[in-house]
């Protein structure tokens, strides 16, 4: 069982991206790492510190429940020059990378192209 971010657009034929429910959490340790803290620290992951102490467009992203809920257009926007920049700098400084990283490389690619996705068709990004 895991959890699928998707267009809330009805269509089966969209773009979606999945992960397991552990994967997701890698994932969202991993961009929390790039983005310079630990999301174990983070209120709703085990700590304490809270969300407003981190400067980052990736907080909607981070800070969500794993399978409830949805994204806006405008949130994906706001969050799309962040994760392609990291895409970006991430695959240049490690062009022979380890397999772990090109995954988690990989799916931020997924990720960009749902965003994308629900930006052309200005529905939400749904979490399920």
């Not at 998707?6 to 999945?18: E, I, K, R, W, Y």
Request: one cysteine or more; hydrophobic letters at 40%.
């Amino acid at each position: 069982m895991g959890l699928m971010l998707a267009p809330g657009d009805d269509d089966v034929t969209s773009p979606d991206v999945s992960w397991s429910y552990n994967g997701f959490n890698m994932f969202r340790e991993w961009l929390a790492q790039v983005e310079g803290f630990t999301l174990a620290e983070m209120n709703g992951f085990g700590g304490d510190r809270t969300w407003s102490s981190v400067s980052t467009t990736l907080a909607p992203l981070l800070d969500h429940p794993d399978d409830d809920g949805s994204l806006v257009p405008a949130q994906c926007a706001a969050m799309l020059p962040r994760l392609e920049a990291i895409i970006d700098q991430r695959q240049r400084q490690h062009e022979d990378s380890d397999p772990v990283l090109q995954r988690r490389i990989d799916d931020a690619r997924r990720l960009v192209t749902v965003m994308k996705y629900c930006l052309d068709k200005d529905v939400e990004l749904i979490f399920c």
